[in-house]
């Protein structure tokens, strides 16, 4: 599909007139280029090797090694590496890819070579063509400005990748964040509304002892609270860069400022507090920091599943279930039963939450399949962990709109199945012990009468005593 694509560019670039193609060299050859393409002879060669899935890299991925190249230029020419005039036309290319202009040139498929090599070489072809063109060369004139000896001076794609895939990860949790802090306040506010109303409380699917149902929706907000608690302590670790190890974290290449510059300019241009990693060779073999992150949206993406099936249940009928709750219609509920409402906001949540435990998943095989000095499943990681980020937070905003806010509530199915559960019998343990108390249950159950009728009938407890005890408010607290 994307071969199609350079195909059909090609063939209306024909059309038009213009020159269709363009050469260009690498080590292995020569490369004929769409002309049109600001993207070199590797991301060509990736084009043709990888065309696999038709997914791109993400765009706070293309943000995040846009703003590397950019940090670079400044300081390897503020170091002398590069000459200002083309560290200048490099910054100014980034900045145009960061306003939103050439990103149809970002075309390598998300499955490619290890290590992520040909997304970098993407990142590089692109900004050195444009860099080019500003200083008043043409695409594919890399004695102007290069691919590998200006824009990605002192970088390797071993350093470059890891530190984008943190810096893009860091990026994309201010959206997921957001979207746990609003279904928070919106379970929050639910609480609040709901607290009067008691229902039957529920263990194993059985009847327990009574409930708010306020206080059940005030657990959902905190487990959103506390989840966002835990992701962004994994997050912590995310903004220890590697960047500067070059090709097996040794440096090589790199100006022995570079590092604490690069990482001083990172810091600025994007507003966080970053740091340069102690062992660079640490922070480029192991995977670890980005198995703690996805461990700990897979962990979130676990409750979450619960409090779906919560939803779920207590919407359940609305004649032959519980029907505690109603959620918002949002679409037909079927092709053949007139009038069926499903709840297909939480069904659609349900099956976001299995997509992140299987990126996690993913994440986990591979960050233990690198050997020596790199870790070759990198673009892999970085793509599941991206997805299940992006895929979580858009699910989320929607769900919330769509579902959450407008939920409400049965309180007369909720008080009815409350007074009729004879778990309300256990407020009856210190005054008959459990033994007598679960004879009362028994009795219950075979006769249909209710807990209260039985003690009265056998003058267990006083009225006025029966009454207090079985009081639901006084079981559920404050």
């Not at 090797?49 to 890299?57: C, V």
């Not at 293309?62 to 200048?88: T, W």
């Not at 099936?309 to 109603?326: C, F, H, Q, Y």
Request: charged share 20%; net charge neutral; hydrophobic share 40%.
């Amino acid at each position: 599909m994307i071969i199609d694509k350079v195909t059909q560019g090609t063939q209306l670039t024909k059309q038009e007139g213009k020159t269709t193609m363009r050469q260009e060299k690498d080590s292995i050859g020569v490369f004929n280029i769409p002309d049109n393409a600001y993207y070199g002879v590797q991301t060509a060669r990736a084009l043709e090797n990888f065309p696999i899935s038709g997914i791109n890299a993400d765009i706070d991925f293309i943000k995040a090694s846009v703003i590397i190249k950019k940090a670079a230029a400044k300081v390897n020419a503020s170091l002398g590496q590069i000459d200002k005039k083309i560290s200048e036309a490099i910054i100014s290319a980034s900045d145009e890819v960061l306003s939103g202009k050439l990103l149809d040139n970002f075309v390598v498929d998300v499955y490619q070579a290890g290590a992520g090599t040909s997304h970098n070489m993407n990142i590089n072809e692109v900004l050195a063509n444009r860099a080019i063109e500003l200083l008043g060369g043409v695409k594919g004139d890399y004695k102007v400005v290069s691919p590998n000896d200006h824009v990605n001076c002192a970088q390797s794609t071993n350093d470059f990748f890891p530190t984008t895939m943190r810096l893009a990860a860091l990026i994309k949790s201010k959206e997921l964040f957001k979207a746990l802090e609003e279904c928070s306040n919106t379970l929050s506010q639910k609480a609040t509304e709901y607290f009067p109303i008691i229902k039957a409380g529920r263990t194993h699917l059985q009847d327990a002892v009574p409930v708010r149902l306020g206080r059940e929706f005030q657990v959902y907000s905190r487990i959103f609270h506390d989840h966002k608690i835990r992701i962004e302590n994994a997050l912590a670790e995310l903004k220890v860069l590697g960047i500067g190890g070059t090709a097996a974290g040794t440096g090589l290449n790199a100006h022995p400022q570079y590092q604490p510059q690069i990482v001083t300019e990172l810091s600025k241009l994007l507003s966080l507090d970053l740091q340069g990693a102690s062992d660079l060779m640490l922070a480029m073999q192991s995977m670890a920091p980005f198995v703690s992150i996805s461990s700990a949206i897979k962990n979130f993406a676990l409750d979450l599943t619960k409090v779906c099936n919560d939803l779920r249940l207590m919407d359940s009928g609305p004649t032959s279930g519980l029907s505690e709750i109603k959620l918002p219609a949002v679409q037909p509920g079927s092709s053949i039963m007139p009038g069926k409402v499903n709840p297909s906001m939480i069904e659609m949540l349900n099956q976001v939450c299995f997509q992140v435990i299987g990126c996690s998943t993913t994440i986990e095989y591979s960050s233990q399949a690198g050997q020596f000095e790199l870790n070759v499943m990198m673009p892999v990681i970085n793509h599941n962990l991206l997805h299940s980020m992006k895929i979580l937070t858009n699910a989320l905003n929607i769900w919330n709109e769509k579902c959450l806010k407008g939920i409400t509530a049965n309180p007369d199915r909720c008080k009815e199945y409350a007074q009729k559960s004879v778990s309300n019998a256990t407020a009856l343990n210190p005054l008959l012990g459990y033994l007598k108390t679960a004879e009362v249950v028994k009795e219950a159950l075979a006769t249909g009468k209710t807990i209260e009728q039985i003690c009265l009938e056998k003058n267990l407890v006083e009225a006025n005593k029966l009454k207090e005890v079985l009081d639901l408010e006084k079981q559920v607290g404050k």
